[in-house]
């Protein structure tokens, strides 16, 4: 039997970039099975009605409510599918026109779990955000990840963080605001300050804390600040 | 009719709400919470028999609730429902703890095979 070939070596910024798919496609594949256990439950649910015909209690309106909830689950399914497609695509090339708040919306919907877990919900006001920038949108996320999870991890349970882009002049601001306050607690973040550090020179963009509002300002890279 | 009293606590309601109703068809007393908190309250108000937990839950994971639910109603019968294929580190968290599992999607043969087998536990049949 051949030896099992060692893991190559990547750069820190690499690997965290790893780590951060590894963590979308483990959170999606979490949330696609609990889906796939609603709709197999309401079409279970369904059988059962149909094999006991007139025997059933409630039979038509169970069954229906029955299709419903397999159609409901199906539509937020598509939705979670679409936005993880498109979050799949944004690492096909690291220079783009995108708007922001495309980008930071997928992200929110697709670590709505992580968050909810933690009983934190995240809201944002992204459709009024238009503008585009150029840059690498999938960076974009990762330093808006490594954030969201630093305040989910310190967020009272109960609390919402609410994400807001906007674009304009040749830069773009990403603000985060906690309205539970932010404790830092014992548990590691998924960046280390030294990685988010790295990310955020990669990314052009610098962070400014203005009260309990975390400031992620960022450059277009097609003005002449940027470095593309 | 089958008496055994059964509470599904899952935060997905429609998984819950369904998994109990198809339990009751089947004879059992099943009633189905969202939340973690919402169990604790039901079972300190009536006693069950047997408790299908979902292992991820918003604030409390099923392994933590299962230990509330047994400090109140040591007998319990206890399925985790999980979508995690990993489960010798599920079962590494509580080895002192008495309970059985199934994979979420569930098939639902298999997870009555499980009940029956529970329901069997605790009337010693």
Redesign the interface.
């Known amino acids: 039997m051949s030896a099992i070939p060692p893991r190559p070596v990547r750069d820190p910024l690499t690997e965290i970039r790893f780590r951060f798919l590894g963590k979308v496609l483990a959170t999606f594949s979490h949330e696609l099975k609990n889906h796939l256990a609603v709709i197999k439950e309401s079409n279970g649910l369904v059988g059962d009605l149909v094999g006991m015909g007139s025997r059933a209690p409630s039979g038509p309106e169970a069954s229906r409510a029955a299709v419903e909830a397999v159609e409901r689950q199906v539509g937020r399914t598509l939705s979670l599918i679409r936005h993880f497609n498109r979050f799949a695509h944004r690492m096909d090339t690291p220079s783009v026109v995108y708007r922001p708040a495309e980008a930071i919306e997928e992200l929110t919907v697709l670590i709505q779990r992580l968050a909810s877990q933690a009983r934190v919900a995240l809201s944002g006001g992204f459709a009024a955000a238009g503008g585009e920038v150029r840059g690498d949108p999938a960076l974009l996320q990762l330093v808006v990840f490594c954030l969201l999870d630093r305040l989910i991890r310190a967020a009272p349970p109960g609390s919402t963080i609410a994400v807001e882009v906007s674009v304009g002049r040749g830069r773009a601001r990403v603000d985060i605001r906690p309205d539970g306050g932010f404790a830092p607690g014992g548990e590691e973040a998924f960046c280390s300050p030294e990685e988010l550090e790295g990310l955020l020179d990669q990314l052009g963009g610098e962070l400014e804390r203005l009260g309990g509002i975390w400031r992620l300002n960022f450059v277009d890279k097609r003005t002449p600040d940027g470095v593309n | 009719m089958n008496e055994s009293r059964v509470l599904v606590v899952d935060?997905?309601v429609?998984?819950a709400s369904?998994?109990a109703?198809?339990l009751q068809?089947r004879g059992y007393r099943a009633e189905a919470v969202f939340s973690p908190e919402d169990a604790v309250a039901v079972i300190k108000e009536r006693p069950f028999d047997i408790l299908l937990l979902d292992l991820?839950?918003?604030?409390m994971s099923g392994i933590d609730l299962l230990r509330v639910a047994r400090g109140l109603l040591p007998d319990v019968e206890v399925i985790l429902l999980t979508?995690h294929l990993d489960l010798e580190a599920v079962l590494e968290q509580v080895p002192e703890e008495h309970f059985d599992y199934i994979l979420?999607?569930?098939d639902?043969k298999v997870l009555l095979e499980k009940v029956e087998r529970a329901r069997a536990r605790r009337t010693g049949g």
């Open positions: 935060d997905e429609d998984f369904t998994l109703e198809r068809l991820k839950m918003p604030g979508g979420k999607p569930i639902i």
